[in-house]
């Protein structure tokens, strides 16, 4: 009886409770981008940081006991009451961009309710990796015009180089009578999301000291995004010269949810970039 009373009192602590609303705050963050039916690459996106916030907290939890001020307290039950009031909005409203402010005002709350503005520096990496779904969204929207002609340049001279007698007007690139154009779903801004915010949270959970090192982890998730989705812009112009349109299903895979495969390639490049950087540090 002594040790279920224990064991009870034990799960029944302040860390235990605000642990499992962080857990319940994840599915419900996780089922609204779902239900919403959000675009998937930004639905694994999301998961990815909610993995980055996990580890960055994960060796703080003996600090991570819930001191809220009365101010802290109230202003994160408010602001969590206020995102599960709105959640039949939010799951009806496909369009806009507040599906990118979900995940940092579900940080800000748990943050409120655990401690006071004063002391979110034990939550500095959580709210930064959060902030990434916002900064990537406002980012692709802003840079796709520019990216559009980068990417089609840049496949352009990759099956140019490949002895394609392949033509560049504007954002279409043709091959023969066949070919494609570059719009915002596919002009590597997921990729480039992807790598870079693989480099960012490793960078906040596992910091890299030397400057050089933190250039050419950068560097390298960018390059390595570009050239990953180059060779997939290629293979869908590619795919469209087969004859009796034969290519057209593997060029709506990779178009579609295919894609993805190609920004979780970007994100494992970036990580062991990163992680070859920090090893030499270490070894160092």
Not at 159 to 178: D, H, N, P, T, V
Not at 208 to 218: D, M, P, T, V
Not at 262 to 282: C, H, K, N, P
Request: proline share 3%; net charge positive.
């Amino acid at each position: 009886m002594f040790e279920l009373q224990h064991w009870v009192s034990r799960l029944c602590n302040r860390r235990t409770l605000f642990l499992l609303l962080a857990a319940l705050m994840f599915c419900w963050n996780t089922s609204m981008l779902w239900l919403s039916e959000i675009d998937l690459s930004l639905q694994i996106f999301q998961l990815l940081l909610w993995l980055g916030i996990a580890i960055s907290i994960e060796d703080k939890l003996a600090n991570l006991w819930p001191k809220p001020s009365r101010f802290s307290f109230f202003a994160g039950a408010i602001l969590i009451a206020l995102l599960l009031t709105l959640s039949p909005a939010l799951i009806s409203f496909q369009a806009g961009y507040i599906k990118y402010l979900l995940l940092p005002g579900s940080i800000c709350a748990l943050a409120l309710l655990s401690r006071p503005l004063q002391q979110w520096h034990l939550f500095a990496a959580p709210l930064l990796i959060s902030m990434l779904l916002s900064i990537g969204g406002a980012f692709a929207v802003l840079s796709s015009p520019i990216q559009n002609r980068l990417t089609a340049l840049l496949t352009w001279a990759f099956l140019y180089g490949l002895g394609f007698q392949a033509g560049l007007s504007g954002k279409e690139i043709s091959i023969g009578s066949a070919g494609v154009i570059v719009q915002t779903n596919c002009n590597g801004n997921e990729q480039l999301i992807f790598s870079i915010g693989m480099v960012v949270i490793f960078q906040l959970i596992f910091p890299l000291k030397q400057r050089g090192h933190i250039l050419a982890a950068f560097g390298g998730a960018i390059v390595s995004a570009y050239a990953i989705n180059t060779v997939r812009i290629a293979l869908l112009a590619y795919f469209t010269t087969w004859e009796d349109r034969s290519g057209m299903a593997a060029f709506d895979f990779f178009h579609g949810h295919g894609g993805l495969i190609f920004s979780l390639i970007a994100a494992t490049v970036a990580g062991w970039i990163f992680y070859r950087l920090l090893d030499q540090e270490l070894t160092a």
